[in-house]
């Protein structure tokens, strides 16, 4: 059974940084593209990051580039995201997702299989 | 980046009603594209991706369709569990883009 455990999360001043976690289990981490999801209090769904399985290619929100980083260890089977500069408007649940990843001839397509249960991360002061 | 819009935002339906939700996009994204299903307080459940394949577990009163930029989500028969919010979400290029959401309530 994938598992997807996040942690980190908590209350942070405004201009601090964070790192989230999210421990993986049930899969073969390795080979998985992994993304972070967050949803503000009672806000809809925003995509923040992925990363490639070894962690050469990362991909990042606008507002979140030059503050984020995400970074994987494929031996721990965890992924992080490191967050600096952090604002009030970065206040939200924090979801790690697989990304289980389907191609046909046409493309590949992003298919976020599994979800862990989300850290909260609140920015204030 | 490509901007999703969702419509409605929310609606009221009853057990047994269908129920089409649509999703846009800005521009083209071919099928590009996934839905999935939101309980208050519970992660993201993926219903539907590549705009129409089903996920397995799914049940098959939930289909997708569409290509380019119109995109509906079709509940055939609504049951009691199906009561949540919907989000649609590009995957045509980075940034993913989710739309704004729709509630669907009894």
């Known amino acids: 059974e994938v598992q997807l455990v996040e942690s980190g999360g908590g209350l942070v001043q405004p201009g601090g940084s964070l790192r989230l976690s999210c421990a993986a289990s049930?899969?073969?981490?390795?080979?998985?593209?992994m993304n972070w999801v967050r949803q503000a209090p009672g806000k809809g769904l925003e995509w923040v990051a992925n990363?490639?399985?070894?962690?050469?290619?990362?991909n990042y929100l606008d507002s979140v580039k030059g503050r984020f980083t995400i970074s994987r260890d494929n031996a721990k089977n965890s992924l992080y995201l490191h967050m600096n500069s952090l604002r009030a408007d970065d206040t939200s649940v924090y979801y790690c997702?697989?990304?289980?990843?389907?191609?046909?001839?046409?493309?590949?397509?992003?298919?976020?299989?599994?979800w862990g249960q989300g850290t909260l991360v609140t920015v204030s002061s | 980046a490509i901007q999703m819009t969702q419509s409605p935002s929310s609606l009221s339906a009853s057990v047994g009603d269908r129920v089409t939700i649509t999703c846009r996009a800005s521009?083209?994204?071919?099928?590009?594209l996934g839905w999935y299903q939101q309980k208050p307080g519970r992660a993201p459940k993926l219903l539907i991706y590549?705009?129409?394949i089903l996920e397995g577990g799914v049940p098959s009163r939930f289909s997708g369709s569409g290509s380019g930029t119109e995109f509906t989500l079709t509940i055939s028969s609504l049951e009691p569990e199906d009561f949540a919010t919907y989000y649609c979400v590009h995957d045509y290029n980075y940034p993913l883009i989710f739309g704004p959401g729709t509630k669907v309530e009894i």
């Open positions: 521009q083209g994204v071919r099928n590009d």
């Open positions: 990363v490639n399985p070894d962690g050469s290619e990362r």
């Open positions: 590549a705009a129409s």
């Open positions: 997702a697989r990304d289980r990843a389907y191609c046909d001839r046409a493309s590949c397509y992003t298919v976020l299989d599994s």
């Open positions: 049930g899969f073969v981490f390795s080979t998985s593209w």
